[in-house]
Structure formats: structure tokens, C-alpha cells
T-cell receptor
Framework: GENVEQHPSTLSVQEGDSAVIKCTYS??????FPWYKQELGKRPQLIID?????GEKKDQRIAVTLNKTAKHFSLHITETQPEDSAVYFC?????????FGSGTKLNVKP | GAGVSQSPSNKVTEKGKDVELRCDPI?????LYWYRQSLGQGLEFLIY????????KSGLPSDRFSAERTGGSVSTLTIQRTQQEDSAVYLC????????????FGQGTRLTVV
């Protein structure tokens, strides 16, 4: 099956700075890469996703990039705010099933 | 209902007992997933159901774990002879299974084995 690795495990940034979380995947057949945000004590929720026929996707302050050749993808959050503090999970697979990375705990300091 | 519902929300059981965890997916969603999240850890894939196809059980950690999905809707995850290492939050998610593949998660069941 797919193996998704995620770095860093924790990330601390100052409010207003950018945050970048990186993931790699092993299965070249994977074509769907969602990102989920899990606030403390809450369920994971989808924040953005990208498919393998697209190299970059942006939604307001968040963007994802995908490098199929290198099999890695990244989440970029600009102008971070305290409410961005959460655990972020990347995932990779196909539209039927995807595997999650180990998560990144993002702390945005006011 | 509006979202994925799981029950119970919390379960404390004695080591060696069997437990059943229930998931009610969003109506009409053909895909259903079970994940396990240990304290401070990521989401570990357990099992995946899609329509009437045979489930993908490749993530089940041992033969003490089993799951079924009746009528293509409600799913039950059963853990037999529970062990302390089974303590975790068990999350269920469902999706339409089509190209719009957002998985909607339930609130999870926090299982504590004492």
C-alpha cells in the first residue's frame, strides 16, 4: 500500500509568518492528495486537496503544490493566524482510499 | 443526519473484554473508512468499505479486529479480547466514493482499556 511521510512533526511560527509542511509518498499510482486540519478535541476536516493532473492549487491563505516526479507535495499557509493552530495531516492515495501522514502540530504564536 | 455519527463517544472496558463501536455514515455515501488515532499520533488506516465490494481489511492490526457494514450503511467495528494497546480514538469517515472524494469524519469513539 501507499506510505506517506510528513515533516516536520511540530512547527512553531510567529503570527503573520508563513508555514510550510511537506509530505512524500511512495506509490506512483496515487493521484489524490488531501490535507486535513484537526483542531484540539475535534474531528479532522478537509481544508484543501490536489489531484495529480494539477501542480498547484490555492485557496485564500493556503496553497498546495505537487511534484509528481519527486513524489512530494506541500502545504503552504501564509499570514498565519492563531486560529491556524492545529494538527495538519496530509494524505495520499486514490479517490477510493488514501493513507494519512503522521501529522504536523502547528503552533502560531500571537 | 447531517454528518457522520459514532457511538459511543467514550468507552472504558476491562482488558480481555470485547467491544463494539458503531458508525452511521452520511446518507448516500458509499465509501466508509475506519481509522485509529493513538494519543498524539497520526491516523492509522484500519479498513475500507466501498459499496457492495469486498472490504479492504489490509490495515487491521490483528485478527482480534473485525468490521462489518450492514445494508451498505451502518458499520460496526469489533475488537475482541481487548488489550491496553488498543486504547485510542477510533474514527469513522464516509465519502461519496466518486470524484468528489472529501471524507467526512465522525467525532470518534475514545476507547480506554484498563
Amino acid at each position: 500500500g501507499e506510505n506517506v511521510e510528513q515533516h516536520p512533526s511540530t512547527l512553531s511560527v510567529q503570527e503573520g509568518d508563513s508555514a510550510v509542511i511537506k509530505c512524500t509518498y511512495s506509490d506512483s499510482a496515487s493521484n489524490y492528495f488531501p490535507w486535513y486540519k484537526q483542531e484540539l478535541g475535534k474531528r479532522p476536516q478537509l481544508i484543501i486537496d490536489i489531484r495529480s493532473n494539477v501542480g498547484e492549487k490555492k485557496d485564500q491563505r493556503i496553497a498546495v503544490t505537487l511534484n509528481k516526479t519527486a513524489k512530494h507535495f506541500s502545504l503552504h499557509i501564509t499570514e498565519t493566524q492563531p486560529e491556524d493552530s492545529a494538527v495538519y495531516f496530509c494524505a495520499g492515495g486514490d479517490f477510493n482510499k488514501f493513507y494519512f501522514g503522521s501529522g504536523t502540530k502547528l503552533n502560531v504564536k500571537p | 443526519g447531517a454528518g457522520v455519527s459514532q457511538s459511543p463517544s467514550n468507552k472504558v472496558t476491562e482488558k480481555g473484554k470485547d467491544v463494539e463501536l458503531r458508525c452511521d455514515p452520511i446518507s448516500g455515501h458509499t465509501a466508509l473508512y475506519w481509522y485509529r488515532q493513538s494519543l498524539g499520533q497520526g491516523l492509522e488506516f484500519l479498513i475500507y468499505f466501498q459499496g457492495n465490494s469486498a472490504p479492504d481489511k489490509s490495515g487491521l492490526p490483528s485478527d482480534r479486529f473485525s468490521a462489518e457494514r450492514t445494508g451498505g450503511s451502518v458499520s460496526t467495528l469489533t475488537i475482541q479480547r481487548t488489550q491496553q494497546e488498543d486504547s485510542a480514538v477510533y474514527l469513522c469517515a464516509s465519502s461519496s466514493g466518486g470524484w468528489d472524494t472529501e471524507a467526512f469524519f465522525g467525532q470518534g469513539t475514545r476507547l480506554t482499556v484498563v
